[in-house]
């Protein structure tokens, strides 16, 4: 297994500011991802964290919305900029382990709640 | 675009069995995972199958049949504490160039009752 610390945990923040959230794990891992889960709905892929190149975002997001880093194998940040109250939810990042049984398998951080006013 | 159903909610009885449905249609499969996910806290990972059949993990057994796009989470002996959204989930090979993302079903409330 990994352990996965996101910080913040929650956040407050105003319209049109922007925000980044940060993932760590406790071992290098070759994917990582970042996850939204909008209230009361499931989660939803925005994007693979790339280790020294350029994430690579699903359908509906863009990379000037939410600009991400992968500095190392063991890190990433997720930013969610010019932020508006529809982007209040739960961003969660995730890693991918080979688990014996498995191919592989995505443990999740404890996300990071963010509410935009 | 991806398809995956699940029942929005369930009500089950503390010590009974209850089984929660899948059903997916995607443009490419591999694997499927079953998530728990307490309000308010990250999902736990519960099983994988990426072969037709029944996999089995104390109270918890999870089925795959790919030919049907049909998969179920199989809880026994259920506990209060099982209270809890039950998510289903594809891996699909590259989705949107993301490799073994996934891509989550809305997942199923699950409440136990004394």
Same mark, same amino acid.
């Given at each position: ?59 509906? %997001? ?9 500095? /190392?194998?063991? %890190? ?5 900029? /010019? ?20 191919? /592989?398998?995505? %443990? ?10 | ?13 503390? @010590? ?28 736990? !990972? ?7 059949? $029944?996999?089995?993990? @104390?109270? !918890? ?13 199989? $809880?026994?002996? $259920? ?12 891996? $699909?090979?590259?989705? @949107? ?7 989550? *079903?809305? *997942? ?7």
């Amino acid at each position: 297994s990994a352990v996965i610390s996101q910080k913040p945990s929650r956040d407050i923040c105003q319209r049109g500011t922007s925000l980044t959230i940060q993932c760590q794990v406790d071992s290098q891992v070759t994917m990582m991802f970042w996850y939204r889960q909008q209230p009361g709905q499931s989660l939803t892929l925005i994007a693979t964290a790339n280790q020294g190149s350029e994430a690579t975002y699903e359908s509906g %997001f863009v990379i000037d919305k939410f600009p991400i880093s992968r500095p /190392n194998l063991t %890190f990433s940040t997720l930013t969610v900029s /010019n932020m508006s109250p529809e982007d209040s939810s739960i961003y969660l990042c995730s890693v991918e382990l080979p688990v014996a049984g498995a191919d /592989n398998e995505q %443990f999740f951080g404890p996300g990071t709640r963010l509410t935009v006013l | 675009g991806q398809n995956i159903d699940q029942p929005t909610e369930m009500t089950a009885t503390e @010590g009974a069995i209850v089984q929660i449905n899948c059903t997916y249609q995607t443009s490419g499969f591999n694997g499927l995972f079953w998530y728990q996910q307490h309000a308010g806290e990250a999902p736990t !990972f519960l099983s994988y199958n990426v072969l037709d059949g $029944l996999e089995e993990k @104390g109270r !918890f057994s999870s089925f795959l049949s790919r030919s049907k796009g049909y998969s179920y989470l199989l $809880l026994k002996e $259920l506990q209060m504490k099982d209270s809890a959204s039950y998510l289903c989930a594809v891996s $699909l090979p590259y989705s @949107g160039g993301g490799a073994d993302g996934l891509t989550f *079903g809305k *997942g199923t409330h699950l409440i136990i009752q004394p």
